[in-house]
């Protein structure tokens, strides 16, 4: 005899109750777990099993009937997280939710630019503790702000898929190189000696320092081992970009082609790049996107340099500050490192499509405001 499995409830919806649980799973500015846990009473409500929903949604069936038996059971009220032990509530979920709204959807009176604590609790007639609590719980942090910005370039797909392609799928008999210059190196040397970490106390540098000059850094990553060939030059023109040039054919095996993934700086493009380019067929130059620099790789090599080395270090000159750099170059590719990319051109595009169409309801939403 076939097995039915475990009765489900019976799930059936009032239109005031699809209506809100509508307007919760499509409404911004709502909780995403409230927003899920109403996509699968909507769903239950169509009829499909728990199993079936459970696919749909990609989560476990037993996720699925724990949400549709407390739906049946509590309604609305029961997509809500249930009640802790403790003292009783002081704040509704009607005082919850219109914070979140004014703080998501309204400005201040003032002329502030976004709110503060204060600021709220004074406008919602709540303490500043409370507030300070809904905020951290739904994730609001109104005094921060993310920066971002999109590529202008109109080859920005083709040149993705160029260097995406380069990272997953290298040609054969060829290396794959990420070159870039870190210009403007500070040989920095503090006014008094760096105080060692003690226990519950970090290290402690003082804010001011003397300025010694700067150096520029060109560097080559192999993506294969993680090796670095590293050069300093105290200028960054095409002059210098070509003798790195000529410094990386001297430092990679001559039967092997090479192709260097470069951002659009114009000293990479000038006629006797171009020239000198045409005489050694075997390099191939592929340029990241503009605005793109976090496609090359020696970006994620620059910030392992800033970090282990150059952030807590001092430098009487810029002489001291390239002998120091050139040892710690030479101590990373004695045991190197490679950075794996393991995202695919169309993971990126559509990641980007999905945050363009984000900005683009985001704007419009404004504007009918």
Known sequence: MARTGR????????????????????????AQALAFRCRIVLACAEGATNKAVAAELGVRAQTVARWRGRFVRDRLEGLSDEPRTGAPRTITD??????????????PASDDTQWSTRGMARATGMSQTA???????????????????????????????????????PPDKALVLCVDE???????????????????????????????????????????TGKVIGQHQRRHRHQEFLRFLKTIDKNTPAELDLHLICDNYATHKTP????????????????????????NLVERWFAELTNRKLRRSAHCSVTELETDVQAWIEAWNDDPKPFVWTRTADEILDSLAGY???????????SDH
């Open 7 to 30: 009765p489900k409830a019976e799930l059936v919806l009032s239109d005031v109750e699809r209506e809100t649980l509508l307007r919760w799973s499509r409404r911004r500015t709502t």
């Open 272 to 295: 006797e790049i171009m020239k000198w380019l045409a005489s050694h067929p075997r390099f191939h130059l592929h340029f990241t996107p503009t605005s793109g620099s976090w496609l």
């Open 182 to 224: 870190k210009s403007q190196m500070q040989a920095l040397d503090r006014t008094a000696p760096m105080l060692p970490m003690m226990p519950g106390v970090p290290g402690r540098q003082t804010h001011d320092y003397v300025r010694h000059g700067t150096t520029s850094l060109f560097a080559a990553l192999d993506i294969a």
């Open 356 to 366: 363009c169409t984000q900005i683009l309801t985001t704007r419009t939403s404004n």
């Open 131 to 169: 507030i300070s609590r809904i905020w951290r719980a739904f994730g609001l942090k109104p005094h921060l702000v993310d920066t971002w910005k999109l590529s202008t370039d109109p080859q920005f797909i083709e040149k993705v898929r160029d260097v995406v392609g380069l990272y997953l799928a």
């Open 94 to 107: 009607e005082q919850v939710e219109a914070v979140i709204v004014k703080t998501l959807e309204e400005k």
